[in-house]
């Protein structure tokens, strides 16, 4: 049940960086890496003086760290963890889901991947890595522990509805949930067909550009007026391969003309 907060309601608006071996079928065509797509959505974005999170995949710093240095130092941008690997490769990660409940393994693999992609992000960048995604939302209580030896102060890993204005605090981190339409899973991208849908708690369906955001924008509003923080999930390359960054610059246009704030995850504190 939604709990109606004293303070104006805040947007924490997100996306995940990848390698390009991760690359899903409907989106392999794209001709662009993914870490430049990224300086595209976040110039978008610094148009609109909107703040935004990107999780960065461990790899990406060691393959292309200029440019991630560079999307760093972009104003009004945060640079969170998303493992070392995104569960590349797969035939390691795989047989981790029927040993462990979770492609990203035991708890010891767990820290040596977390601690591996805070070095190298925080060496990449100079500053400390505050925010935290797992690949896939894909982690349980032992990447919790093993976040909480470590500078990260805020985990993004819960899908909910809208009815969830979070965050929380739990097991010592902050729970910021992804509680508005996820654009993977549900954004309409090229060929992506129905039965590539997630179906988690909302529709088993797949929406086109337009509708996806009328439906992002009318549960992120609700969730604001409620003085909640609405979480937005925004890939960089879905929002290229969706219409080209329309339908994100469509997105920041509506949260400019609405004066809602926005804040990069790690600032959200003052919402518990």
Not at 141 to 161: F, G, H, M, Q, Y
Not at 243 to 256: H, K, N, S
Request: some cysteine; hydrophobic content about 35%.
């Amino acid at each position: 049940m939604s709990t109606e907060r004293e303070q104006d309601g805040v947007v924490c608006l997100t996306g995940d960086v990848h390698e390009d071996d991760v690359r899903r079928d409907d989106v392999a065509a794209v001709p662009e890496s993914e870490i430049s797509l990224s300086e595209r959505l976040a110039e978008i974005a610094r148009g609109y003086d909107i703040e935004l999170t990107l999780f960065v995949e461990g790899r990406v710093c060691v393959r292309r760290p200029q440019r991630v240095a560079d999307l760093a130092a972009t104003p009004g941008v945060e640079i969170g963890g998303h493992t070392y690997s995104s569960f590349m490769p797969r035939w390691v990660h795989r047989p981790f889901r029927l040993m462990f409940g979770t492609e990203y393994g035991p708890a010891r693999y767990q820290r040596h991947d977390i601690d591996r992609t805070l070095d190298v992000l925080e060496s990449t960048t100079g500053t400390q890595v505050l925010s935290w995604r797992t690949h896939a939302y894909d982690s349980n209580c032992a990447t919790r522990k093993a976040l909480n030896r470590t500078s990260v102060e805020v985990i993004s890993d819960r899908v909910t509805p809208p009815t969830d204005i979070g965050p929380v605090r739990n097991a010592g981190l902050v729970e910021l949930p992804v509680n508005t339409l996820r654009d993977d899973g549900y954004l309409r991208v090229s060929t992506r067909s129905d039965d590539l849908v997630n179906g988690d708690w909302f529709d088993d369906r797949m929406y086109d550009p337009d509708e996806w955001l009328s439906k992002v924008c009318e549960q992120t509003e609700s969730i604001v007026e409620l003085g909640g923080v609405a979480t937005i999930q925004a890939h960089p390359i879905y929002m290229y391969a969706a219409d080209g960054f329309e339908v994100f610059e469509g997105l920041c246009q509506w949260l400019a003309d609405r004066d809602i704030e926005t804040r990069c995850c790690h600032t959200i504190h003052d919402h518990l």
